[in-house]
């Protein structure tokens, strides 16, 4: 077999190799298989991230760089094949490497898709509704998001080498800032071959992304404020980086996601033969075994009832027994290899020092039986199960990671010893409860949230579609408190943000209208010519306005509405009773009979670029609207956000007013434009 050569991409180019040459071996057979050659002048890296690939991301949009992650995704899932066949060599089985490989991808899918609904099709974010400073409201305060003018560099654990990659790359592009990827070396030869898919997909600006094989030599050296750091890996790493005099200095961010002594819960509820009993074990038996128990989520700390620690043991072994351990091409094998014999030898070593305080009572930490023809090399072992049966008593269980197929059952007390032994971990990744107790479910969020960055309960009603204990997903914030490094990762948009910089404006309305790109209270308004909906989507501005003619409410309106919609609330229909009211002091008209005459009013009625209206938004009735009194609306162009080539969305602003201008009810309408 040739040996693949690892390289740096930098500066637009595969650096050719050069000087020091550091074998990397097959975790199924040992044999090597690529070799890191060379160093990267890492200097140049950070100035060509700054200077071509920042400029280049920032001048496209938020839609532009959303597509752009589709591209990339798309070509993840058209190249998986030859991924997969590399995958095998880290020891994942196939489902490990779907996680891996269709899981990194299904990341940046998702990151484009909330990037094109969730975020406009402009280049700031504007974050929160306006804050009026003044009395006549002609200085105001707006929150906005722009991305850092840095270098987002990305130093990534070897477990999961294309989606620990992926899933920070998703968030950091979509923000509008060039990354450099520095992977681990035990599996870089599939990070390696992901990374060429990516820029051989042809949608990256140059300059957008670079990678580092090998060490990273001075590179914290030039790095600043504007620059961030996200690490994954061991907590001791983590806090030496962190500590570098330059990250302290710059103030350079920096997210840890680090060792986690994630626990599983059976919930008091959950005796044997109940669902909850039978998901639990199963869940703790998958968690063990998915990627050879190499997951940063896995759970290390399973607790039971203390009257059902004996039946647990015994079902969690007999699940355990039926493991297939070997070579993870072969069929029928479920486990493969730990991704190195260095790694098998720190696992060891961990369970060595764990199981002086909690015996194993299932596997067999030197041997095992390992399927395959060639594996006697290999980084193989046999799941393995501890028993603590006094946690309280022993330090180890609640300290230590062993990297791999190895969780410790212990007893609890009750569900506020439950949540103390959970919470001794010092702060986690991930909680799983498995529970059908709703009340049991409200104390332990109570209890121990503040702990773990998410926390899953698993029962009957949802164990069919559940995602598990373990996926760290897009949507949800994948990071925890203390020893898990104390950062937070995806969780939708709010990963873009960690890459932007939130900045409180202070100005005019119609200076920070302009600025923003979104009409604000207290800005200028364009009463124009033309009805707005007779303009296309292009044609329109923010700010741009109608005011309507006057309608008077009267109470055969009123009684109208209530007899056609059948909503006779006495509010609307019984004068004695609204009157003693405190809130409405007499009979008032229905808000939504407020809201329709609203549209009434300010719809033009004709087919044209309005196609179709889909939503209101922060809709407030603010005052009642007696019979006999007078509304009239005002619709604002608030903003706009192209979707597709054909159409875009606007977002207008409606006050429903009296003749003086007293605000009854506002909100924003949605609608669809053609373009
Ligand atoms: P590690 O030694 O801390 O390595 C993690 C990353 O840091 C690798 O890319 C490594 O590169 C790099 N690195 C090491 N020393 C560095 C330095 N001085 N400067 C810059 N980069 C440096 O971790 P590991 O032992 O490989 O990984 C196992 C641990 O990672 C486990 O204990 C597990 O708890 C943790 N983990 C956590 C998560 C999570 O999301 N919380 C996920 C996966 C793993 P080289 O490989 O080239 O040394």
Known sequence: MTLQTLTS???GQWLPPAGERRALHSAITGAPIAEVVGEADVSAMVAYAKDVGGPALRALSFHERASMLKALAKAVMEKKDALYALSYQTGATKADSWIDIEGGAGTLFAYASKGKRELPNAHVLVDGAPEILSREGTFIGQHVYTPLKGVAVHINAYNFPIWGMLEKLGPTLLAGVPAIVKPASSTAYLAEAAFKVLIEAGVLPGGALQFIAGGVGDLFDHLDGQDSIAFTGSACTASKLQSDPRVAREAIKFTAERDS?????????????????????????KEMTVKAGQKCTAI???????????AAQEALSARLAKTTVGDPRVDGVRMGALASLGQLDDVRSKVAALSAQNPIVFGDLDGGAFTGDDVSGGAFMSPILMRCERPWEADAVHDVEAFGPVSTLMPYTDAADAIALANRGKGSLAISVFTHDAAAATGFVMGSASHHGRMVFINR??????????SPLPQLVHGGPGRAGGGEEMGGIRGVKHYMQRTALQGSPGMLSKVVGQYLPGAPKDEGERHPFRLKFGELEPGYSITTKDRT??????????DFTGDTFYAHMDEDAAAK??????????????????????VDPAPGPVLANYGLDGLRFVKPLKPGE??????????????????????WCVDVTSPEGELYASYDLLTMNEV
């Open 9 to 11: 991409f930098s500066g």
């Open 261 to 285: 002594l994630n626990a599983s819960i059976l919930g008091p509820d959950a005796a044997p033969g109940t669902p909850e009993f039978d998901l639990f074990i199963k869940e703790v038996a």
């Open 300 to 310: 290390r700390r399973a607790m039971v009832p203390a009257s059902h620690l004996d």
């Open 461 to 470: 009603d949802c164990a069919k579609e559940s995602t598990g204990h373990g």
């Open 553 to 562: 409410i009267t109470l055969e309106d009123i009684e109208h509405f209530a």
């Open 581 to 602: 009211s405190p809130i409405f002091g007499g009979r008032v008209a229905h808000g939504y009979l407020i809201l329709s005459f609203a549209a009434g009013l300010f």
């Open 630 to 651: 007078t509304m009239k609306a005002t619709l604002t162009v608030k903003s706009k956000s192209q979707r597709t080539p054909e159409m875009g969305e606007v977002k």
